[in-house]
């Protein structure tokens, strides 16, 4: 039994000493929603909290529960997933004895979880076996749905960076589903009984069909982050505080967002980051990496104003400007005066400028206006001279 908090820290030190222990990259307890006709399929995985490079205390307290329950550890596998039992909730209780007296609002969430779980009505109808306790050792391709989950927590809620996981595996670990709100449901459940729901006026409103929920199901945004349509942003999206994600064409995929306070009334692909103070504009689309980006993911800098209805394969610089309707990729041929060398020259002095070049060659260049001729159709480029500033009132 553990009484003091320096009893605690021995037993978390004893734990991490041993052979098999190794602190995990991420780890979390998670409520999951099963299939309605395979229950032993994971539709959902909901993590109330997501430990990332954190808490390791926690973590050792965790994995000794569990070998205390009798289930075989090996932290040398890339993850582990495994069912919660009354034999691991009280061990963890024990252990974290010294801290349940003061586990409230933002401290000590990990112990609050156990608490809660410990503390569950018989009412609720759920079980332990409705839980799952998963570990992260090694950032390898995804194994399972409930690590899939724990990853793209860990993309949401900016604990991780953007583009810095292995999702390779995600989209095979993941159900296609009917989603009702934020609850999942089997397709073949919902056809084997779609006459008697109907009959019975209780078939549920699909709001989608997807194996990815909606970013807003599952993370609470940062207090001046707007989102105005919930479809708008997937679940694996990251977005910055201050971001506003405004209704119509505008769209974030997963693994891609935004790095500081951004305006969005376009496309954002998988894979895609827009820094802080740009502008994306409205139909404006930034290409993922299967769209015509050469498998490179594209990163549009800070302050730049991508216009209404543009597209953008290949990384555009800070302080750049791509008007309405222009679509630059890594191929696109773009033309420059020997004014507009000089003067892009300038203030990017380490690189290569020329008269003639292609939109993959615009990789880390600043202050560029790109447009199209309107005598000729051809696609110029020239210095930029218009200051991309965000109205600070409408963020």
Not at 4 to 14: A, M, N
Not at 40 to 59: D, H, M
Not at 160 to 171: C, E, I, K, M, Q
Request: charged letters at 20%; hydrophobic letters at 40%; aromatic letters at 6%.
């Amino acid at each position: 039994m553990i009484y003091t908090k320096d009893e605690f820290k021995k037993l978390v030190g004893d734990i991490q000493g041993q052979d098999w222990y190794k602190n995990p990259i991420g780890f979390g307890i998670a409520r999951i929603d099963r299939g309605q006709l395979n229950p032993e399929k994971t539709l959902q995985a909901t993590y109330p909290v997501v430990n990332w490079n954190e808490n390791n205390g926690s973590a050792a307290i965790f994995l000794n529960a569990l070998k205390e329950a009798g289930v075989a550890i090996d932290t040398s596998a890339s993850e582990l997933v495994c069912p919660l039992s009354d034999v691991f909730l009280t061990s963890c209780i024990e252990s974290f004895r010294p801290y349940i007296p003061e586990a409230k609002g933002q401290e000590h969430k990990n112990v609050q979880v156990i608490s809660q779980l410990a503390s569950l009505p018989i009412e609720s109808g759920l079980v332990a076996d409705d839980y799952k306790v998963v570990f992260i050792f090694e950032d390898a391709p995804v194994q399972s749905a409930e690590t899939a989950y724990l990853k793209l927590y860990a993309l949401s809620s900016g604990k991780a960076p953007l583009r810095s996981l292995n999702l390779d595996g995600v989209f095979g670990k993941l159900h296609n589903c009917a989603w009702s709100g934020s609850t999942p449901i089997e397709l073949d459940w919902l056809r084997e009984n779609e006459i008697a729901l109907k009959l019975a006026n209780k078939y549920p409103e699909i709001t989608m069909v997807d194996k990815f929920p909606r970013f807003l199901s599952h993370v609470i945004p940062a207090d001046n982050t707007r989102i105005l349509e919930t479809s708008k942003v997937r679940f694996g999206a990251q977005l910055a505080a201050g971001t506003t994600v405004m209704p119509g064409a505008a769209y974030i995929n997963f693994n891609a967002g935004t790095e500081g306070v951004v305006m969005v009334e376009g496309r954002i692909s998988s894979s895609a980051v827009v820094g802080a103070g740009s502008d994306v504009g409205g139909g404006a689309s930034i290409l993922g990496v299967l769209s015509g980006t050469d498998g490179v993911p594209v990163s549009i800098g800070a302050n730049t104003l991508l216009g209404a209805n543009s597209c953008t394969g290949t990384a555009i610089g800070d302080s750049c400007i791509l008007d309405a309707g222009v679509t630059i990729l890594p191929g696109t041929k773009i033309s420059l005066s020997e004014k507009a060398v000089a003067a892009i020259k300038e203030i990017n002095p380490d690189k290569e400028i020329s008269t003639s070049m292609k939109g993959m060659d615009f990789l880390g260049v600043n202050g560029v206006h790109f447009r199209v001729n309107s005598s000729t159709g051809q696609t110029i480029a020239m210095r930029s001279t218009r200051e991309v500033k965000l109205n600070a009132d409408l963020h």
